[in-house]
């Protein structure tokens, strides 16, 4: 294939359901078994030792397979997902409370289906070539599955998203669902560029049928 006309995959719009999500309501979706890259932690998602260390890493692995899968012989492009993030913790309190030091989190960027264990490790090779990121060790590529699940867009600061997560939360119950799995955030857009208050996340939680 030409490369000059190599069709880049946006699976933002591909999987436009799970990514393209309204802020009026809460819609319910089934999420597949999907492919990501992963790094998990524990505690404060402000520290930059740890959890940013574990995005700086995971951006790294993204773009490294995309540019080498990009010059393979049998050449594939696709646009970078956005940063996901899992949270939980053995006390639901602590998210209330913000006792950080009892939150666990998984860091994940969803990959294309074409991306192999095998170009994993040759990408992880590539990068500890150039770069060697603090937390390039943790990172592993796995598959995660949600199955049922609500979701609905937040719009604004990360540190006021309560409410929206009530809201979420109340739509599940309301249908006879239970609250299950982790607590799940899609970080549609920058923060470094993006203006607290035009913050753009979507808000996911799994339920479980009684």
Known sequence: MNKATLRKIDYKKELSSFYKVSPKQVSFVDIPNMQYLMIDGQGNPN?????????????GMAYTLKFMLKQASEPFDSVVMPLEALFWAEDPT????????????????????????????????QLAAKKDPASLHLCR???????????????????????????????????????????????????????????????RMPYTSC
Do not use: M, N
């Open 47 to 59: 520290d930059q030792t740890t959890f940013g260390a574990a995005i700086e890493t995971l951006y």
């Open 94 to 125: 602590a998210f209330a409370e913000q006792r950080y030091e009892e939150w666990h989190w998984t860091l994940l960027i969803l990959q294309p289906p074409r991306v192999s264990p095998e170009d994993f490790t040759h990408a992880k090779q």
């Open 141 to 203: 590529l796995d598959d995660y599955t949600e199955g049922p699940c609500a979701q609905i867009q937040h719009l604004g600061p990360y540190d006021q998203e309560g409410p929206t997560v009530e809201r979420l939360h109340a739509a599940i119950l309301a249908q006879g669902h239970q609250l299950a799995g982790k607590h799940h955030e899609i970080y549609l857009s920058d923060p470094r560029r993006t203006a607290p208050e035009k913050l753009k996340t979507v808000i």
